[in-house]
DNA sequence: AATGAATGAGAATTCATTCAT
DNA sequence: AATGAATGAATTCTCATTCAT
């Protein structure tokens, strides 16, 4: 008989085999297409072991949401890790929504349709508040620094409002925009306001 | 009265509830469960009307997208007939798409509805297209008359993104964001980059 | 206003065209997917107007069956008056089921749709009885000219069969058997039906 | 016992069931009739298992025609077993056909309303071409050996032509006519074709 | 842990029929 | 006579979920 580690192991991988095939249908096929039958079998596994794993299809759903979120705190603490400076700091978290890894067409899609799903989920709204604020919080902070308190604000609510925008753009077809193109747009925003703003002491 | 003009208008007074009701029901349950009978509830008809007049489902949302589109095409005229310098016409763009008629919770929540099922529909991510090159064309014409034309395309795909990201923004809830404090927002970035790119002439 | 006489001649001519319509309707499509609308479509008039005319769309079809009875009628009487001995009288009955006007794919085929709505319908199924009777009795009549009733009891069954069998094979494809031919089959079968039974008298 | 080979058993029981309910459903109430719900209740089993187990309703009419010709094949394997000449071969087709088991009310009025259905879905055509080709091909090749070629084509129209009609005569209600008539005329029209025909060698 | 057969509520769609004009 | 908008029951099909194995 197999120790227990192993199979808390292997029952892990099941689960995590299921959250990356829920991302990957949803991509496929969109919310409202990806079945439960079309996940098992991108994941290799029936819909009654589904059940067994998740409950529901919509705890599996808020499951696939929280390992997307946290690819994102990954990028974010890989990219705050490197800075040192309250501009480092900004340019990270930026820089952090628009990589090569994250800023991808399939991130942006996929997270374009939790976004519509948010209506439908009370607890995909909560999870959609978690990611917004954190971003907000991390972009306010360093902004924070390097201009008075109301600037500031001002400033995170427009960048955060244009990441957002850049998603869609690239959620939207494939060559709409490169995340090259995007980390210059934002960048540039930032020095501009950087230039405008009065800077602090 | 003759019959025939009285039936054209009933037709088509039943057409425009139908549709009233398909952005009502997406309002209220998100696309994915505006049904056809709630849409049919809503509009006080029988959910045979609905294949009557449409034929599908389908062709029923497409349409519904299309009287929004209307709606923000009609504010666009409007707004640049009152324009009349190239400034004036850039504010005008953007404020027609910010304004307080438009801008609703309501809009931007049924909008980001449609943009999530522009997986599913090849028809509806034709319209998206068409209403997005619309808005890029007419900011881009605009700016190009007051700055170099690379700057101003930077500018324009800058602008579009921001605004999609307020749309976002504004439908995620109720209170994140007010038409005047996305206008300003728009506004502000707009004097900014025209105080940092190179003038033309 | 018109005088009474033309007013019916009118309605006569939209009940004709019905009927006719529905026949084509069946023949295009089955008489399961023959709907009201592609009948009226066909015969350019409105479902409203179908009801009116008929009813209900069972006693259209009863009519329409009618009508392909009539024919056959006609063509059994207008071959019988050409004949003038039993002989005669038995071929005659014969070609009346195989001529090249009656025997047609079209023909055949609508009949097959009616035989299986027999099933459905007491009406249709008590009109079949009627034009298999006659049809029994016509060529009965002749052969008990021709050989012992017994004998042409069951030439008579036998020949009913045969005919059946060939509209079947009509119905099935464009292909499977042209007029000439059932009429040899047949007309060979009843000569040596002749042959090898015992003569009257 | 294996989990495995059980769960085979009871799909394939299940799916038995659903064939029978499908034929029971034609029987009762005529293809048209025969709705899903209607077959779920005969089948005691609920409309979603259907979909599950054939995809479609259709599909499961074809299989159901199919499950139909195997017991007309298995028949005709029977008989051919138990002959030993090509007289004995040819009367076992027709047998075959006519038996007590096959020529039955049921069995009549079911292929007849397929017969009528080859209208409407390619695939029931093709089934019933094939059965047809099987028919006639056995019956040509017996013939061919106890008459001359175009003697053998001409009597095995005939004859395919004399049992449809037969079957048509059987469908149409429980007392036209007895499998034991049925074959009496097969048989006498068989005899009667080898008397008039020049004999082979 | 895993399977997959079975369920049943709910989805879109079809269509004969009605009825106001 | 004729139209065609409106109805609503019925139909096929989908899919999350359950459950025996």
């Known amino acids: 008989m197999k120790p227990v580690a192993q199979k808390r192991r292997q029952r892990d991988q099941s689960q995590r085999q299921l959250l990356e095939a829920t991302i990957a249908a949803i991509y496929k096929h969109g919310v409202h297409d990806a079945t439960v039958v079309k996940i098992g079998e991108i994941a290799g596994l029936s819909t009654g072991n589904i059940h067994y794993h998740f409950g529901s299809k919509e705890e599996m759903f808020a499951a696939a949401m929280r390992l997307l979120m ?4 990954d990028e974010l603490v890989l990219e705050l890790s490197k800075a040192d400076s309250p ?5 990270a978290v930026l820089r952090a929504n628009l990589s090569d890894e994250l800023f991808t067409h399939r991130n942006c899609f996929v997270w374009l349709q939790f976004w519509s799903e948010t ?3 009370e607890e995909l ?3 959609e508040r978690i990611n917004s604020q954190r971003f907000h919080r991390n972009l306010l902070d360093a902004l924070s620094r390097l201009m008075p308190r109301e600037h500031a604000e001002r400033a995170t609510q427009e960048l955060v409002a244009l990441v957002d925008g850049l998603w869609i753009r690239r959620a939207q077809s494939e060559g709409r925009i490169t995340p090259e193109a995007a980390r210059q747009i934002a960048d540039h925003y930032l020095d501009r306001r950087l ?3 009065p800077s602090i002491g």
Chains 1, 2, 3, 4 share one sequence.
Do not use: F, P, Q
């Open 119 to 121: 209506a439908r989920s």
């Open 87 to 91: 501009l480092e700091r900004a340019r």
């Open 125 to 127: 709204a909560r999870l």
């Open 70 to 73: 946290s690819g994102i705190s």
């Open 195 to 197: 230039k405008t703003a």
